[in-house]
């Protein structure tokens, strides 16, 4: 009983003690976060620029990131009240001009410094008229390709065209890269690792791609008797079995085998069109140092057309018209993503053996770029 009522004194004296100022009104309140910057809005010339801003909270601490990637930003002093970044904002090549955003948090309070840069006068890439660039890679940051960008296939050898390559995640058992980036360039690369082949087989945007544009890269080849480079695309998200291929389409814009040095090729494949009835549509072009030098391969794709190019020059042109407008004639009425990747061996690349003292073998990207109407 005494236990009892010493509980409810308790817990009487706790309730008054509530009751005095229950309401919050004479407790400390925290203050709210603020925060100041130097300047909110900074103006860029379309040749770029470094910028310098101060940065104030009453906060602990902050933090702060760009929402493109042209803005790079070098933070300092972040975990006290007084900090600065160093803004630094690269050339635009397009004749349209661009805007981004710095954001900048501390505790809850956010604050927004607006970059507007100008226009080029000319254009640094090479598009058709009234289209502009939606999608590149320069392949000029970090040591590995952009997770959010590209993915690896992980097959084993003879997954199609009776290929021997194994392709793998970025790297060997053994820890032997089969794709880089360095010195401003994606490297492919096919080597020989404990009796078996490694290769790398990579897909930009593989579930968004882009349905027409015109798409165009830079590659060097490789040489030697069994390699199979290609720079192509397939449609996303397939369903194989309701559209297996080659009903589903395919876009080969840039083939070439070590067998045949320096013959490129280009081809589209449909249900009525393709290599198994011999009736694809192909064309090949031989040109000085395919292996050894870069040269630009790219793709004019538009509703009811396609041509290929070689540094400029046409290479293949099919019509829908000239195929028919079925979905076994012209499939090309969805998204396609782009495909580089380096074979050794299979159908084509092996049809007179392969020579393994050749490897390793690399293949060399040194850009990727997608223009599409604007």
Not at 206 to 212: F, L, P, S
Not at 276 to 294: L, P, R
Not at 338 to 352: R, V
Request: charged share 20%; hydrophobic share 35%; net charge negative.
């Amino acid at each position: 009983m005494k236990r009892f009522m010493l509980y409810t004194l308790l817990l009487s004296l706790t309730v008054a003690l509530w009751g005095c100022g229950g309401d919050g009104k004479d407790e400390p309140q925290p203050s709210k976060v603020s925060i100041t910057v130097s300047q909110e809005n900074i103006t860029v010339p379309a040749d770029g620029g470094t910028y310098s801003i101060t940065v104030t909270t009453t906060g602990k601490e902050w933090g702060a990131y760009a929402d493109q990637d042209f803005i790079v930003i070098d933070t300092k002093n972040t975990t006290s009240q007084s900090g600065s970044m160093t803004v630094t904002v690269a050339a635009n090549p397009t004749t349209d001009g661009r805007t981004g955003n710095i954001n900048i948090m501390s505790g809850s309070a956010r604050q927004t410094i607006t970059v507007t840069q100008a226009a080029a006068d000319q254009a640094a890439y090479y598009a058709p008229e009234g289209y502009k660039l939606v999608w590149h890679d320069e392949f000029d940051k970090g040591s590995e390709l952009n997770a959010d960008d590209w993915t690896h296939e992980v097959q084993g050898s003879g997954w199609v065209n009776n290929e021997l390559q194994n392709y793998v995640n970025h790297k060997t058992p053994d820890g032997k890269l089969v794709t880089e980036v360095r010195n401003g360039q994606l490297r492919i690369t096919a080597l020989k690792e404990n009796g078996k082949v490694y290769s790398g087989r990579v897909y930009a945007k593989v579930n968004e791609g882009w349905q027409h544009g015109y798409f165009e890269a830079s590659i060097k080849l490789p040489s030697g008797k069994g390699t199979w480079p290609a720079f192509w695309m397939m449609p996303v998200g397939n369903n194989w079995s309701t559209n297996p291929w080659p009903m589903c389409g395919e876009i080969d814009i840039m083939e070439e085998v070590g067998v045949v040095p320096n013959e490129v090729s280009s081809s589209i494949h449909t249900q009525d069109y393709n290599h198994t009835k011999n009736t694809q549509k192909t064309h090949k072009m031989t040109i000085d140092n395919a292996e050894g030098e870069f040269h630009t391969y790219a793709l004019l794709w538009t509703a009811d057309e396609m041509t290929t190019y070689v540094d400029g020059k046409v290479q293949l042109n099919v019509k829908k018209s000239d195929l028919g407008s079925g979905h076994n004639q012209w499939p090309f009425h969805y998204p396609f993503y782009l495909i580089l990747n380096l074979a050794w061996g299979g159908d084509w690349g092996g049809m007179q053996g392969v020579d393994e003292n050749a490897l390793p073998v690399t293949m060399e990207v040194d850009y990727v770029r997608v223009f599409q109407k604007n």
